[in-house]
């Protein structure tokens, strides 16, 4: 019988993930032994991927579907301030964060992270007291950095790590009160931005694809749930078309023109698995995911490539990882299993 080589002139390359593929193209994933097949989706559609090493609720997720960051969360004996890196296929254990003890035993809780796989950035967080952490990630480990001018837990963070936006959560110690405050972050330092027109905690954005300059906002607790939508300019945050339900603890991902948000909470129900497309104008919906999760900020990737892992689902926290590809977008097959 004939080889692959022989057939095609060329051997399959060893590859640890799809990042330099081409549509069409057979490759050999060494983190997983198999052969696989670079190919378009056809349609819209969530699939299961390699589950998180942990249960996790809590934590903060950056990067995109195919080069990802989860770390810290809740709850603490299992997962307390671990990182890890997802390329595409499994989750493998990276350095944990440097956030040191306080007064918040949970430092790692509520926490909100944006950026890249290697230059990341998360700030906030902690339960049930919030502190002001900032912490800035390499790829390989994490660096404490130029504190938040407040203390804040459950907010939102969008944009790289070099010009990234702080927004929303709430200080102190339960019950807390949902603040509007905007903090811009330049890698090492802060500087106080216009407030939300909405004060709210636990809201879905644009995460690591939105800028300093175009950030979404949208979704929350004021307390009670909202469907209030805002875009950030750089200078104003001004309300736009509302999201189709009120609701909180969304998952998210994409840019202020391409965003979509999925699962989440709605008043008077358990975890939904609906997903919600943005456009920058209107909302359309999307194929359901599998299991509704509360998703805090364990999430990431764009609008057409998204990545949702971990999250609060009946009967409790869970570690199952699904990917997000739109109509379109490269997708991967497995087409040989060791």
Avoid at 29 to 40: D, Q
Avoid at 85 to 114: D, F, H, K, V
Avoid at 285 to 290: G, L, N, R
Wanted: aromatic share 10%; with cysteine; glycine share 14%.
């Amino acid at each position: 019988m004939a080889t692959y080589k022989e057939i095609k002139g060329t051997a399959v390359q060893s590859l640890t993930g799809e990042t330099s593929t081409i549509e069409g193209q057979i490759w050999y994933s060494t983190p997983t032994g198999n052969l696989k097949l670079t190919a378009a989706t056809t349609a819209d559609a969530w699939s299961t991927g390699g589950a998180y090493p942990v249960t996790i609720q809590q934590g903060a997720g950056f990067g995109t579907q195919t080069a990802a960051v989860g770390a810290g969360g809740t709850p603490p004996g299992n997962v307390a301030l671990k990182t890890f890196e997802y390329n595409g296929a499994a989750w493998t254990a990276g350095n944990n964060m440097s956030r040191t003890p306080t007064g918040s035993p949970y430092l790692s809780a509520n926490i909100s992270g944006s950026g890249t796989l290697t230059a990341g950035w998360a700030a906030g967080g902690g339960y049930p007291t919030a502190v002001n952490n900032v912490e800035n990630y390499n790829g390989t480990s994490w660096t404490a950095s130029a504190v938040l001018p407040a203390t804040r837990a459950s907010g939102n963070s969008s944009g790289p790590q070099t010009a990234g936006l702080y927004f929303g959560g709430a200080t102190g110690s339960p019950p807390r009160s949902a603040l509007a405050t905007t903090y811009l972050y330049d890698g090492e330092g802060w500087t106080a931005g216009n407030a939300l027109n909405t004060s709210r905690t636990n809201a879905a954005g644009s995460g690591p694809t939105g800028s300093q300059t175009a950030a979404l906002c949208f979704t929350g607790n004021t307390p009670s749930q909202t469907n209030k939508t805002e875009e950030y300019n750089g200078t104003n945050w001004s309300e736009v078309t509302v999201f189709p339900r009120t609701a909180s603890y969304l998952g998210y991902a994409g840019s202020q023109t391409d965003a979509i948000g999925f699962t989440g909470y709605t008043s008077g129900s358990s975890a939904v698995t609906t997903t919600t497309a943005y456009d920058g104008t209107n909302w359309s919906s999307k194929p359901a995911m599998s299991t509704g999760r509360l998703m805090y900020h364990t999430n990431a990737g764009t609008g057409s490539s998204a990545l949702a892992f971990g999250g609060e689902a009946a009967p409790g926290v869970i570690s199952q990882t699904e990917e997000f590809s739109a109509a379109g977008s490269p997708t991967v097959k497995t087409i040989t299993s060791s």
